[in-house]
């Protein structure tokens, strides 16, 4: 039987090595990262890179404070049980934040700086250029499900960050989504402002109240009490230009009449990409290699990149769906089945955004398939549950640690 105190030792080591490689991970993600920003690129995926190097700081510092209990730690001060109790908790801790620096190592972002389309970077300048004048404004951006409006959104949020936040103390990106109340938005944005979470709409208005600040919300289905929410003082006079203090707000949603209940006064409509736009995007989502390959394959490729109509979901979902075949066969396979769908004669949103997601269901390998049946029924599951769930289950191997089952889920 292994003596507790070596099984606690070799627990600390295999934890400092771990360390070790977050650490170089995190270093590495900077380091290009500061090399973006210093040539004058923006970040494609700020948001998750932003997460990531946060989440991973935080560990580290859990890592950190750890270690240091253990070296500082004294059994000869305490009881038999004191002692028990104390390695116990090292063991414990050492074991959760092993699982937490394999998850984070597993899902380290790439870095992306590509901004493509005209019609993107020019919606790009004109919210940017709403941003950069003196008045208090409520800007809708709007357009059909999957048309780019997150990720206009999230390019806002990159060029504020780029340009020093462009004179805002604080600039808060808040996910919404359909029946999301306002209590749950509200902890979002006390968490981004280091409220308590309890923290309700006085708690906001005194935070912000003499403060710069433009929230990006993002996905609304139905207009939000912005008062009520608390970033919207209902005390303050806007017509006052000596009032050092401003306020932006910048939301997404799929309807123009939502701008109009939200008393947006100025709007930013994302519509389909033109065909040079849509030709890029959908490259970017398939394997360049097989459609350059074929004369054949390619004039297949730009068939099957017309019926997506510039929607960028669909462009995504089809190039990702297509990027693992090969053969011309397989090629013709999928524009015949995109022809039977009469995908270009749905005459709803909701219809055509079913198909596409349907469709890239229909080409997921049969266990992945299965992985998100299981999750769906079984969706208030938490994501560790789930991946337990999938490896009992046999549907995506057998792994050794977390680490290995993440980078097999992902």
């Not at 403060?211 to 009520?228: A, H, M, Q, S, T």
Request: net charge neutral; glycine share 6%; proline share 2%.
């Amino acid at each position: 039987m292994q003596d507790p105190h070596q099984s606690l030792y070799l627990k600390i080591d295999d934890l400092k090595n771990n360390m070790k490689h977050l650490m170089a991970a995190k270093k590495d993600v900077q380091r290009k990262l500061d090399d973006l920003q210093h040539n004058g690129k923006l970040l494609d995926n700020q948001l998750l890179v932003n997460d990531w190097l946060r989440n991973a700081g935080e560990t580290l510092d859990k890592v950190n404070q750890l270690l240091d209990e253990y070296s500082n730690g004294n059994c000869d001060a305490g009881s038999v049980f004191q002692c028990c109790c104390s390695r116990y908790k090292c063991f414990s801790k050492a074991i959760k934040l092993k699982v937490e620096i394999s998850r984070l190592t597993a899902k380290q972002p790439g870095i992306k700086s590509k901004i493509k389309g005209k019609k993107v970077i020019s919606n790009l300048d004109i919210a940017c250029s709403y941003l950069a004048d003196e008045t208090n404004d409520i800007i809708g951006i709007w357009g059909m499900g999957g048309v780019g409006k997150t990720t206009l959104l999230s390019k806002i949020y990159q060029r504020l960050f780029h340009n020093a936040k462009m004179g805002f103390d604080h600039v808060l990106f808040i996910e919404a989504s359909q029946n999301t109340q306002l209590e749950e938005l509200q902890k979002k944005i006390a968490k981004e402002l280091h409220l308590p979470s309890s923290a309700g709409q006085q708690d906001i208005f005194i935070a912000l109240k003499t403060k710069n600040i433009v929230l990006l919300l993002d996905d609304i289905w139905e207009p939000v009490d912005l008062v009520g929410l608390g970033i919207i003082n209902p005390f303050r006079d806007d017509d006052d230009s000596t009032k050092p203090y401003k306020y932006k707000v910048i939301f997404t949603a799929r309807s123009e009449d939502v701008c109009a209940q939200m008393k947006a006064s100025k709007k930013i409509k994302v519509e389909c990409l033109e065909e040079d736009d849509a030709w890029e995007l959908f490259k970017d989502n398939v394997n360049l290699d097989v459609i350059e390959s074929d004369e054949r394959i390619n004039e297949i490729a730009k068939l099957v990149m017309n019926k997506s109509g510039g929607l960028p979901l669909a462009l995504k979902t089809f190039g990702k769906a297509m990027s693992k075949r090969k053969t011309v066969q397989e090629w013709e396979d999928i524009l015949s089945s995109l022809k039977n769908s009469g995908i270009e004669g749905f005459q709803g949103e909701q219809e055509s955004l079913l198909y596409i997601l349907g469709f890239s269901y229909d080409y997921l390998p049969k266990n992945i398939q299965e992985c998100f049946l299981w999750a769906s029924i079984l969706r208030w599951l938490c994501k560790d549950d789930l991946l337990e769930l999938w490896m009992g289950l046999g549907l995506i191997g057998n792994f050794d640690n977390l680490q290995q089952a993440y980078r097999s889920a992902r």
